[in-house]
């Protein structure tokens, strides 16, 4: 398995204002997916960062609010840009562990906008 | 399409009891891996188990067991002896074989009362 470190585990932000949130790896991975968790509720996927390429987001989700970087294969970042209450959730980065399709996941970054 | 369904939202039992977590799947992938995850009130996401769809044999890990039946497109998850420590949400999900889009359910949590 690998351990994906992710920071911060928890921030409270102002309406307006951006957060970038990270995820280091501590094995190389090829895809690394981005997901949202809003309360009480499961797990939507807001992106795929490949390395080397732009990220593949889902429908609803798009690059000006949500960029992401893939700088390398161990690590991406995820902007939760000019943040309103509405983008407050859980944020995951998880990998794909051998192109299983089993992923495994960071601890979760959890936002409150206020 | 992709779909997983958990239809049991909440389910609360007293300790020692054993408890079964229902999801059903569809897809028209004839190979796919089924995940189940747990979710502690901590928030990170804990892997459980994978299941490659040409496996349909039923598998036991301590407390836990897993019924996969690929007739009726259901992968159940039993605990046996619940405990209070099993409190938790927890996920089914679905990823195609050679794809790397994970479905998730909706999650069902679980309360076991001392």
């Known amino acids: 398995s690998a351990v994906i470190s992710q920071k911060p585990s928890r921030d409270i932000c102002q309406r307006g204002t951006s957060l970038t949130i990270q995820c280091q790896v501590d094995s190389q991975v090829t895809m690394m997916f981005w997901y949202r968790q809003q309360p009480g509720q499961s797990l939507t996927l807001i992106a795929t960062?490949?390395?080397?390429?732009?990220?593949?987001?889902e429908s609803g989700f798009v690059i000006d609010k949500f960029p992401i970087s893939r700088p390398n294969l161990t690590f991406s970042t995820l902007t939760v840009s000019n943040m309103s209450p509405e983008d407050s959730s859980i944020y995951l980065c998880?990998?794909?562990?051998?192109?299983?399709?089993?992923?495994?996941f960071g601890e979760g970054s959890r936002l409150t906008v206020l | 399409a992709q779909k997983v369904t958990q239809a049991q939202t909440e389910i609360s039992v007293v300790e020692k009891e054993d408890v079964t977590l229902d999801c059903v799947y569809e897809?028209?992938?004839?190979?796919?891996?089924l995940f189940w995850y747990k979710q502690p009130p901590s928030g990170e996401l804990v892997f459980l188990i994978r299941?490659?769809?040409?496996?349909?044999q039923n598998e036991i890990s301590g407390r836990y067991s897993w019924n996969f039946q690929k007739s009726t497109s259901s992968f159940n998850f039993t605990i046996t002896a619940s405990q209070v420590v099993d409190s938790a949400v927890y996920f089914c999900a679905l990823t195609p074989t050679g794809g790397f889009k994970t479905i998730f359910g909706a999650g069902t949590r679980l309360f076991v009362k001392a």
């Open positions: 897809t028209r992938d004839t190979t796919y891996y």
């Open positions: 998880s990998g794909d562990l051998q192109d299983t399709g089993e992923l495994f």
């Open positions: 960062a490949n390395q080397g390429s732009e990220a593949t987001y």
């Open positions: 299941r490659n769809s040409f496996d349909e």
